[in-house]
C-alpha cells in the first residue's frame, strides 16, 4: 500500500531537519519544565529554600565551628537540595505525564525519548544548580569559607555537580514507572533522597554520623561526587580536624572515572528506561 | 496515496487491562477522505481503539494498520486528540501551544485561526487551571487539529462543549475533509452523528454496526414517545431502557410488536393496554440521531455489525 508523506508546514521558528527537530523537542522539555516551577510560586520557593533552610537549621543549632567545617555541610546539604531537584521535581513532572495518559499522546507523536530524557535532564540541571547556588550563598552569608584549589578544580566541579543530577534523575524514572501515582512516587523519591543523604552522614562530609563503613563513602555515587566538591571548594588542609576523614578525600583519577562511568551508565539506562517503559519502543533511539 | 487502499485497519482487535476485556475482535476500517465517527456510551472502548489506531497502546490480540504499516511503527502521519490529555495545567495555553509547537515537527501556524474560531484567543495568557472543562477542550483540539497529518484521531472532541460551539466544531472537521484528511471522531454525543460520512457504533467490545447516517437511521424501529411520568412502564415494556428527549422519554417499539408498526394506532392500543399509559399519552415518532445511538449502542442486538 502506499503510504502518503504529509506535507510539513512547520511554524515559525521550529526547525524542520531531524537534528533541528531533535534539539526543538529537548528545548520543548525543557522550557516546559522550568516554566511549570515559575508558575508555581510555592514549588519554586520549595525547591529553593529547602536545603538552605536544612543548611541554617544545622548550623545554628550545633555547637561552634570553624568557616571551613560549615563550608563542608553547606556542600553536602547543597548537594542535598540537587538530589531533592532531581528525584522529587524530575520525578514529579514524569509523574504527573504518566498519570494524565500524557504519554499515550506522546507516543503518537515522533517525540525522540531521548530528546525528551535530554530536555528534562537539562531542567533539572538549572533547577538543581540553582538549589546548590543558593545553599552556598547563604553558607557564605552565615561565615563559611570556599575557595578553589586551582583552575583544574573547575572541571572536576561541574563534573561532580552533573553527574550528581543525572545519576539521581534517572533513580527516579523506575520510582515514577512502578509507582504510576504522582503522590506515591513524590513521598518515594523525596525519602529516597532524604534517606541517602542522613544514611551517608550528610552525604559523606561527616562520616562519623554514618552507619556506613568509612572508605564506602568514596564509591557511592551521593558521596563520592559530594566529597569531591569538598575536596576542591573547601580550603582546608587537616581534614581529619573538620571531620571529614578518614577515609582520605578521593581525590585521585580513578575516582574521577568512577564518577564519569557512574554519569554514563545513568544516562544509557535512563534512555533505555524511557525508550522501552514509556515510549514502548526498542532499546534505544 | 492510492485513494482506493484504506488509511487505517483494525483486524480482530482485542483489548484488555488485566482480566477486563475492553474491546473483542474489532474489525474496522477507515477509507481515505472519509469522516468516520465512532460511537458508543461512555467506557466503552472508543479511546482504547482510537489509542490503538495512533499507535500509542498496542492491541493485546489482531493487527492494527495505518498507511499499510503497523500502527506502532511511525508516529508521523496521525494527530492524536485524547480527551484531557494534552493540556499542561501549570502552564498558560500560549506556553501549551509553545510546548506542542516545538515537540511536533508537522505543527503549524493554524493554531492562531482554531483559537480565535473556538473562542479562546483572549485566554491564553492565563493559566490552564483557571480555563473551564470546555475550554481545556477547545484548546487540545486547537492544538491537535494545527498538526498537518493525513489522519485525525478525535477522541470525544466535543464533550464538555457548550452547544453553540459545536457547529464550528463540524466545521472544522469539514474542511479538514475537504483538504483531503480522514478523520476519526469517537464520541458518545449522537448531535456527531450529524457530521459524519460514516458511523461505526462500538458496543460490548465490538462493532455492531457501520453505515452511511442516513442508513442507518433507517434500519431504526418506530420509535415510542410518552411523557417522562411514564418511563417506568415504558420501560417495562421495551426492549432497552427509554431516553429522555425535550422533557419526554422515548424508546424503539418494541421487536414483539414489530410486526405491527404497519397499522400505528392499533399497536398504540396494544401498548397502551400492556402498559397502563395513557393511550393519549402515547405517540409514535421518526427516529433521530439519538434513537439511532440507543438503538444500536444500548442493548439491541448486533444487525449490521462489520
Known sequence: MATETPTTEAADGVSTGSRGVWFAQARAFTDRSLREVRNSGLMLAWVIAFPAITYLLR?????????????SVAIGTGVLGAMFVSLFLFGSQLATDLEDRRYAAYRSMPISPSAELTGRMAAGLVLAAGSFAVTIVVAVATGAAF????????????????????FWMVVAVPFVVVAGNKRVASMATTLVAVM????????????????IDGPALNYLPNTLATRLLVAHLVPAENWTELGVSPPQLPTEPAFLALLTGYT?????????????TLYDRGWWT | MDVTEPVATADGVSKSFGDDGVLEAVDLT????????????????????????????????????????PATARADTTSFLLQDALALEKLTGRENVNFYRRLHPQFTDAWRDHVARLGIADDLDRPVADYSGGMVRKLELAIAASIDVPLYLFDEPTAALDLATIPTVHELFREKRAAGKTLVVASHRPMNADVADRLAFLAGGRIVATGAPEELLASVPPVLETRAANASALAAVADSEPFAVA???????????????????????????????????????????????NYYTNGVPTTNGQ
Open chain 1, 196 to 211: 541517602a543523604f542522613v544514611l551517608t552522614g550528610l552525604n559523606g562530609v561527616v562520616p562519623a554520623q554514618s552507619p
Open chain 1, 59 to 71: 548550623v545554628t543549632q550545633g555547637t561552634e565551628t570553624s568557616a571551613a567545617a560549615d563550608a
Open chain 1, 147 to 166: 575557595g578553589l584549589r586551582g583552575p583544574a578544580s573547575v572541571p572536576v566541579v561541574l563534573l561532580a555537580g552533573v553527574a550528581t543530577c543525572l
Open chain 2, 247 to 293: 422533557g419526554n422519554v422515548r424508546a424503539v417499539v418494541p421487536r414483539e410488536y414489530g410486526g405491527a408498526a404497519d397499522d400505528p394506532e392499533r399497536l398504540l392500543a396494544n401498548l397502551a393496554a400492556e402498559t397502563g399509559i395513557d393511550r393519549a399519552d402515547l405517540s409514535i415518532v421518526e427516529p433521530t440521531y439519538t434513537a439511532l445511538f
Open chain 1, 264 to 276: 554514563l551508565i545513568a544516562v544509557v539506562a535512563g534512555s533505555v528506561l524511557v525508550t522501552r
Open chain 2, 30 to 69: 477507515v477509507e481515505a477522505g472519509e469522516l468516520l465517527v465512532l460511537m458508543g456510551p461512555n467506557g466503552v472502548g472508543k479511546s482504547v481503539l482510537l489509542s490503538c489506531l495512533a499507535g500509542s497502546q498496542r492491541p493485546s490480540a489482531g493487527d492494527v494498520e495505518v498507511f499499510g504499516e
